[in-house]
């Protein structure tokens, strides 16, 4: 049995916080933690010191397409592109992650989502992937963000038949514009299909959205804020609904400009601590501070730390998810191991993951080693270090 010992930090399990801990793994799991001086440490076969450092659950992604340049733009680049990105992704905390391909036609999605089902039992290097989050082609064009109209439709359920066989069981969320023709009898489908369905990209009106978040047919809200109706005191539009609602989790792109400081702390207090999940909705400019990309065959450029296309829109962001950790501490006011629950435990629970979003016996040992300023120096998946930049 290969036992390996991380000590000497602080552990954030969350909600838990322990300090000169000491976490034991014994084959990829954890087998112990507690206080260094209460727990009777095993012979290990590495030790890792995290003295002056925090050590804490790996950091979960429910929705990105890209990072350090790197994202899926082709079939048949799809294995080479997603073993670089669970690389470069792990830089930044990241153990487990959904990744959402580029969009064009019909044929060109199917055929990107069976390339991806073939490419993620082969990924043993970096982050791991869970599976697949298609964010379109069934969106509202009048909320279409950075998508091309051409690309947007109604959904059917002969296409979503077509989207989950290519998946082979790799398709794990599917953001759905609730208001479209035959929006609720393709997400009744893609639950049945143990699907998660978001809905997003929706200019649907308050009660609309109020009474499709209450049906059970939608799981989560994607990007809250962004690419919905606003909230207005005669319109509350769908903002209002999820900011009513009673059950569905929402995805947060916590960066400061997809929702103002001010919108992250009244989110976290109308859905409370247990129903906002970050996520970085990153471009392949995510992680850098300048560059331009191609992104739904237009380009987008990274300008005073925003990623715009030509015409402006805000496309995507370029967050990392260790930086949306300690945003949404800041922003909120709130705990670092309340932060860290809305990237671990929130999108661990959101995929039905009963072993991974936190430190306790038993769970995988996805672990993270970081500075206090959010800085990551060491990340591990299931025991396997993956990145390491400790001096």
């Known amino acids: ?30 087998q112990q933690l507690g206080a260094r001086a209460t727990i009777e440490l095993p012979r290990a076969s590495q030790v890792i010191d995290a003295r002056d450092h ?44 959904l990744i959402s391909p580029t969009m064009a036609d019909r044929a060109f999605i199917a055929r990107t989502l069976s390339a991806l089902a073939d ?23 009048e909320q279409r963000g950075a998508f091309p109209r051409a690309v947007l439709h109604a959904p059917t359920l002969d296409e979503a038949r077509e989207y989950v066989e290519a998946a082979r069981g790799w398709l794990r969320v599917v953001t759905l514009a609730g208001n479209l023709p035959n929006a609720f009898e393709v997400a009744r489908f893609l639950r049945a299909q143990n699907v998660r369905v978001s809905f997003g990209h929706s200019n649907a009106p308050y009660e609309f959205a109020r009474d499709a978040l209450a049906s059970g047919a939608f799981d989560l809200v994607t990007h809250v ?18 900011l009513s609602s009673d059950a ?29 999940v970050l996520v970085t909705d990153a471009i392949p400019g995510g992680g850098m501070t300048e560059g331009a990309f191609t992104m739904l065959n237009q380009t987008a450029r990274i300008i005073d730390g925003v990623a715009r296309l030509e015409d402006g829109t805000i496309a995507g962001s370029i967050l990392t998810l260790n930086r949306a950790v300690m945003n949404a501490r800041a922003f909120a006011q709130i705990a670092l191991n309340d932060a860290l629950k809305l990237a671990t435990e929130n999108p661990a629970r959101a995929l039905g993951l009963s072993t991974l979003g936190a430190l306790a016996p038993g769970m995988d040992a996805d672990v993270i080693v970081m500075r206090e300023s959010g800085e990551i120096a060491l990340t591990m998946v299931a025991g396997e270090i993956v990145f390491d930049a400790r001096d």
């Open 1 to 30: 049995m290969t036992i390996q010992i991380v000590m000497r930090g602080t552990i954030l399990t969350p909600p838990q916080t322990i300090e000169d801990g000491a976490l034991v793994i014994a084959d990829g799991a954890i």
């Open 54 to 97: 925090l050590i804490a659950p790996g950091l979960i992604d429910l929705h990105t397409y890209g990072c350090l340049g790197v994202a899926i733009t082709s079939p048949e680049r799809a294995a080479e592109e997603l073993a670089q990105f669970a690389q470069n992704v792990a830089r930044f905390g990241v153990t487990r992650f």
């Open 119 to 141: 490419a993620m039992p082969q990924i043993h290097a970096g982050a791991r992937p869970l599976g697949i989050h298609l964010e379109g082609p069934w969106l509202d064009p």
């Open 225 to 242: 804020y962004n690419a919905m109706s606003g909230l207005h005191h005669r319109k509350p539009g769908v903002l209002g609904a999820v």
């Open 248 to 276: 569905v989790l929402g995805m947060l792109i916590c960066d400061g400009i997809h929702a103002h400081p001010a919108a992250v702390k009244i989110l976290l207090r109308a859905l409370g601590l247990d129903r906002v």
